[in-house]
């Protein structure tokens, strides 16, 4: 059943103008309709979760569900003392009542509120966008903060587990295929050298975790830039969406992601690797905006990871478009063939730079805590 078809067996007054693609995301469907009555217009955003990824997709609506209630609740007791309105999606219902359909080939779709007067960007274009980027993470975080982590499914169980990311590289080394692959280009043998000297470090957020030193919380799991929604008015941060992934997990995992994907202006699909770096006065900026509300519920160990995980983040993604590529391409959605090689050596040409920032970015992070 095509989208236009599941769009109006939604709760959403008037009738369908469009029902349209939109949105760069690598996993779902995700479309924009639009409905108008004689009088008024809403839009929202429909979706076709992919279940390749997600084992069991009403699971993601139940999670959905805990955060956005929990958070609504807490927005709408805070926001005499905001100095914004904060917004989070809220789920549109099937006339049927239900928070989810299935179509004909046991696909699930759901409809979600769209943020209204907000957008979204693949790069952070100021340090002013990339402190509100910041700004978004922590409130976000401190939000959700006091939910029991045992209320929320682990929807993708092993996601950001490094070392699981490394035994799917090395299951696919040892097929046909992987070792093919691996083999083909003189890029994607220098994607195995760089993985290999990094395979011992690559335990140290799970290894603190396991040990107790640091603590499972709910997460966001996916906090990319392009997941921030900036109000088109004020210029303020105002949401965080995509909410899939929200998990328990290591908070680190928010945070080092966030880092990675805003302070590499370049881009994931960049090709000339000499424009990638990380970009240290936008890592101040975002720091210095996650620390307002993160100050609140980061522990002393906490802190200490902190540089590690935007090292790791970073490096685990390479590792993960690297893996795709070696498995044929079989998760991250593609544009031509070695797209997700070509990933690959970004997130590990930028991996690098943070690597040798190090002092100045545990300076940024030492000042700002």
């Known amino acids: 059943m095509n989208a236009a078809a599941m769009a109006v067996q939604f709760s959403v007054d008037g009738r369908p103008v469009s029902v349209s693609p939109t949105g760069s995301g690598n996993v779902n469907d995700t479309y924009l309709a639009i409905f108008r009555t004689t009088f008024s217009e809403e839009r929202f955003i429909l979706q076709r979760i992919n279940g390749k990824v997600f084992a069991d997709p009403s699971l993601i609506m139940q999670n959905l569900k805990v955060v956005t209630n929990h958070v609504h609740r807490r927005l709408e007791r805070e926001a005499d003392d905001a100095d914004r309105i904060w917004q989070l999606p809220r789920i549109i219902p099937a006339k049927s009542g239900e928070d989810f ?27 002013e966008h990339a402190h509100e980027a910041g700004f978004v993470l922590g409130q976000f975080q401190r939000l959700i903060s006091d939910i029991d982590p045992a209320r929320l499914h682990d929807t993708l169980e092993g996601f950001h587990v490094t070392p699981g990311y490394l035994a799917g590289l090395d299951a696919a080394l040892e097929t046909v295929q992987g070792r093919e692959r691996a083999e083909s280009t003189t890029e994607a043998r220098t994607c195995l050298k760089f993985i290999a000297t990094r395979r011992e470090w690559c335990s140290v957020l799970e290894v603190a ?20 929604m900036i109000d088109e ?29 805003a302070c590499n202006p370049a881009g994931e699909d960049e090709k000339d690797l000499e424009t990638v770096f990380f970009d240290t006065d936008l890592c101040q ?26 090292r790791l983040i970073t490096f685990e993604l390479g590792l993960r478009f690297f893996a795709d590529f070696l498995a044929g391409d079989v998760y991250f959605k593609t544009q031509y063939d070695g797209h997700n090689l070509q990933r690959a050596r970004v997130q590990f040409k930028l991996c690098e730079s943070i690597e040798t920032r190090e002092p100045v970015i545990r300076r940024i992070l030492d000042k700002c805590s």
């Open 233 to 261: 008015d004020t210029g303020k941060g105002t949401s965080i969406i995509d909410l899939d992934t929200v998990k328990p997990g290591l908070v680190h995992y928010d945070f080092g992601d966030c880092l990675r994907s």
């Open 285 to 310: 900026a975002i720091v210095k905006g996650y620390m307002t509300f993160a100050g609140e519920f980061l522990t002393a160990a906490d802190r200490h990871y902190l540089y590690d995980s935007i």
């Open 101 to 127: 359909l299935l179509d004909d080939e046991e696909n699930v779709w759901r409809a979600i509120s769209l943020i209204a007067s907000a957008s979204s960007y693949d790069a952070i274009h100021s340090l």
């Open 209 to 228: 975790c396991e040990s107790g030193v640091l603590q499972v919380r709910p997460i966001h799991g996916d906090p990319k830039i392009s997941n921030i």
